[in-house]
């Protein structure tokens, strides 16, 4: 694998407040903000240029500020294009101001102002729709001709391009805005323009299943603002992760690449742990130890090959196991059950300097005492890493599941001093100091009895090789996706850790 595959800044995710700030940097080295304007519109155009053909209609609808600036300037070069453009505006002309004003005032050609009756005209045998209505920087729901619009579009059929981001999706949490009783609405575009950088709303859900296709122009933004602005999330993706991902040395040894112990349940519940145990070896721990209760040898036994297998009863057993140093990883949670011997055994790792992943029942067994849990946590010298699925998470962090996701992941990492992955389509990565990564690469046939299970493993294996635990996890989340858009359809938990070499050879020929 290369060190890098790119620049990370190229992953980074501004959230509204941060995009501003980047326009406010660019204008004061000197950039006119109408530049800016005329840049974006024009990509805008561009964009539509390439989903109509000449003497097509589109219908603009322009809101008051620069989101509806951008469609002004889209507008006018469409128009040049020998597109055929109705320009629909929410306010009136008098309250437009700066930039917008300016965009408006070039406008060649006439505009109409926006209502239902207008709107219901304007989309009769039109072949595209351009929402430059609010973009990111909307922070209420829709309402009134807005609404009415969004609802007409929709029946209509019409395909729609998005400015920025939907209207009606919240850019920094992905959230349809809406009010305290009652549905939100927004745009469910075929396609969104957005500048610079994307935005988390277009990442995470379900703002991610109304942008459609995402196109990111560039409009003279520098990346250097990012050393300014310093934005604390990013898209997941090998320049996150790449430099630190382990490497094979031709002169080294098994050894070197790390010893994980996957702790597993009973006999009848045994399966979830071979799961485990079979991602930390694929992802190239050196090697694998299962650690069964005596009831669960044979039957693990039966089942395994290139994975060894211990005796591992009670916690004095897992006590002096871990005695061998040789051991670099533990993975405890994936179907162990939950009771007496969970909780002996979550109080020997909670006190062991191994690198640990704790999912599943031990997930459970912690959220008993949620307050006590994360206080241990936080003692930890060596790394810890959680990964909860939204019900699991909700148990161990009570106070904070209402939160937007972003918000409820930062806070988890921040209060129990561990690498959080919040599993999900959109699934987030938190560190304790503040950084989220956030992946898309996800297939919709990961959501399956077992994946999680693997995913585990394979954080388990990345660690047991000392990969640091935010990237690893990162990393393995990421791989896991791959592994199941490689595999498609019909993708069972069993499938995925055979799927994991081919992923990593992609990797290493890139």
């Known amino acids: 694998m290369r060190e890098r595959t790119g620049d990370a800044r190229d992953a980074a995710l501004l959230t509204p407040r941060e995009m501003a700030a980047a326009d406010q940097a660019t204008i004061r080295a000197g950039v006119p903000g109408a530049a800016l304007m005329e840049r974006a519109g024009a990509a805008v155009a561009r964009a539509a240029s390439a989903m109509t053909r000449p003497g097509q209609r589109i219908v603009v609808l322009c809101g008051p500020g620069n989101n509806g600036g951008d469609?002004?300037?889209?507008?006018?070069?469409?128009?040049?294009?020998?597109?055929?453009?109705?320009?629909?505006?929410?306010?009136?002309?008098?309250?437009?101001?700066?930039?917008?004003?300016?965009?408006?005032?070039?406008?060649?050609?006439?505009?109409?102002?926006?209502?239902?009756?207008?709107?219901?005209?304007?989309?009769?045998?039109?072949?595209?729709?351009?929402?430059?209505?609010?973009?990111?920087?909307?922070?209420?729901?829709?309402?009134?001709v807005a609404a009415e619009?969004?609802?007409?579009?929709?029946?209509?059929?019409?395909?729609?391009l998005s400015v920025d981001l939907p209207s009606g999706v919240n850019g920094a949490t992905g959230e349809v805005l809406r009010a305290e009783e009652g549905q939100g609405l927004a745009f469910r575009a075929a396609a969104t323009v957005t500048f610079f950088r994307r935005k988390p709303g277009l990442v995470l859900y379900p703002g991610r299943g109304l942008c459609g296709k995402v196109e990111v122009a560039q409009i003279g933004i520098e990346p250097s603002v990012l050393d300014e602005i310093a934005p604390r999330q990013w898209v997941n993706?090998?320049?996150?992760?790449?430099?630190?991902?382990p490497r094979v040395r031709d002169d080294g040894h098994k050894y070197d690449r790390g010893h994980?112990?996957?702790?597993?349940?009973?006999?009848?519940?045994?399966?979830?742990?071979?799961l485990s145990a079979l991602g930390a070896l694929r992802i190239g721990a050196g090697l694998v130890t299962l650690g069964a209760p005596p009831s669960a040898m044979l039957v693990n036994a039966a089942h395994l090959t290139?994975?060894?297998?211990?005796?591992v009863g009670d916690a004095d057993a897992l006590t002096d196991l871990l005695e061998d140093r040789r051991f670099t990883s533990v993975l405890a949670g994936p179907g162990f059950g939950l009771g007496?011997?969970?909780?002996?055994?979550?109080?020997?790792?909670?006190?062991?300097?191994?690198?640990?992943?704790l999912d599943a029942d031990a997930l459970t067994a912690l959220a008993v005492d949620p307050e006590g849990a994360c206080a241990r946590l936080r003692e930890r010298a060596a790394p810890v890493v959680l990964t909860p699925h939204e019900g699991e998470f909700g148990r161990l962090f009570p106070d904070l599941k209402e939160q937007p996701k972003l918000e409820r992941a930062r806070a988890a990492a921040?209060?129990?001093?561990?690498?959080?992955?919040?599993?999900?389509?959109?699934?987030?990565?938190?560190?304790?100091?503040?950084?989220?990564?956030?992946?898309?690469?996800?297939?919709?046939?990961?959501?399956?009895a077992g994946s999680g299970d693997v995913l585990a493993g394979?954080?388990?294996?990345?660690?047991?090789?000392?990969?640091p635990a935010f990237e690893a996890a990162c990393a393995a989340v990421w791989i896991h996706g791959r592994a199941g858009v490689r595999f498609g359809p019909g993708l069972i938990a069993e499938d995925l850790p055979a799927q994991v070499p081919g992923v990593l050879s992609d990797l290493l020929q890139r």
């Open 414 to 448: 921040h209060r129990c001093g561990a690498i959080v992955v919040l599993k999900g389509a959109d699934t987030v990565i938190a560190h304790p100091d503040g950084r989220l990564v956030i992946n898309d690469n996800g297939a919709p046939w990961l959501a399956t």
């Open 260 to 274: 994980a112990l996957v702790l597993s349940g009973g006999a009848a519940s045994s399966g979830a742990a071979r």
């Open 149 to 160: 619009a969004v609802r007409a579009v929709a029946v209509s059929g019409v395909p729609v």
């Open 306 to 311: 290139a994975v060894m297998l211990r005796s």
């Open 237 to 245: 993706g090998p320049d996150m992760w790449g430099a630190a991902f």
């Open 458 to 467: 394979l954080v388990s294996g990345l660690l047991a090789q000392g990969m």
């Open 71 to 144: 469609g002004f300037v889209a507008a006018r070069h469409l128009r040049n294009r020998q597109r055929s453009v109705d320009v629909l505006l929410l306010a009136e002309p008098e309250r437009l101001k700066g930039d917008a004003r300016w965009a408006f005032n070039a406008l060649s050609g006439g505009w109409r102002p926006l209502s239902g009756d207008v709107l219901a005209e304007c989309l009769d045998g039109a072949h595209l729709v351009i929402d430059a209505l609010f973009g990111a920087g909307l922070d209420r729901p829709l309402a009134g």
């Open 340 to 357: 007496q011997r969970l909780d002996a055994v979550l109080a020997v790792l909670l006190s062991a300097d191994r690198a640990l992943v």
